[in-house]
């Protein structure tokens, strides 16, 4: 099963979703960088705008990825 991040492009560059995992679909992934330059991220799904939210900074996109993924998993 795959378990990695499809980001969108161009003006959608900072929305994703779960790439080809039907478990894990309905998960919304939008990450954005905050005033420190620090990445930050939140995950919604159809019922909640904001599913969750960890208020924590990552130095690189893929640490955002990881630290997503993770959640995502513990609670599809």
Sequence with gaps: MNWEIEWGKGSSFNF???KDN???SDYRIERYRD???KWRY???NSREYC???DGKQ???SDEVNEAALAW???NW
Aim: charged fraction near 25%; avoid cysteine; charge should be positive.
């Design 72 to 74: 995502i998993r513990r």
């Design 16 to 18: 994703g979703r779960v």
């Design 35 to 37: 005033d420190e330059n």
């Design 42 to 44: 939140f995950i919604s």
């Design 22 to 24: 039907p478990f894990a």
């Design 51 to 53: 599913a969750y939210y």
């Design 58 to 60: 990552y130095n690189t």
